[in-house]
Nanobody
Framework: QVQLVESGGGLVQSGGSLRLSCAAS????????MGWSRQAPGKEREFVAA????????SYGDSVKGRFVISRDNAENMVYLQMDSLKPEDTAVYYC????????????WGQGTQVTVSS
């Protein structure tokens, strides 16, 4: 089981930037795909980004392409989400997630960090 702890959320003005961090522990992350999802009030959880162990596979949700960048530091067991050109519709709780590379869905989740973008 992988334990995930997010940090870096907060309040930012529209057009601003934030960098989210996710610290993973419990086991090696080799062969784990790491990712981020978000959930706004009254809405379903939405896929944001994912990255493979090697970084050779990276995927983004349509709503964040060109604005967000996912990265990972395998030596430090960290995953990051750089968020630029933030919009009010990016307001949500952001969750870090992990899955083995052969699993279809994320199975481990963090507690989430709130991101609020003011207009």
């Amino acid at each position: 089981q992988v334990q995930l702890v997010e940090s870096g959320g907060g309040l930012v003005q529209s057009g601003g930037s934030l960098r989210l961090s996710c610290a993973a522990s419990g086991r090696t992350l080799r062969n784990y795909v790491m990712g981020w999802s978000r959930q706004a009030p009254g809405k379903e959880r939405e896929f944001v980004a994912a990255i493979s162990w090697s970084g050779g596979y990276i995927s983004y949700g349509d709503s964040v392409k060109g604005r967000f960048v996912i990265s990972r530091d395998n030596a430090e067991n960290m995953v990051y989400l750089q968020m630029d050109s933030l919009k009010p519709e990016d307001t949500a709780v952001y969750y870090c997630a992990a899955r083995r590379d052969y699993e279809p869905k994320f199975g481990s989740w963090g507690q989430g960090t709130q991101v609020t973008v003011s207009s």
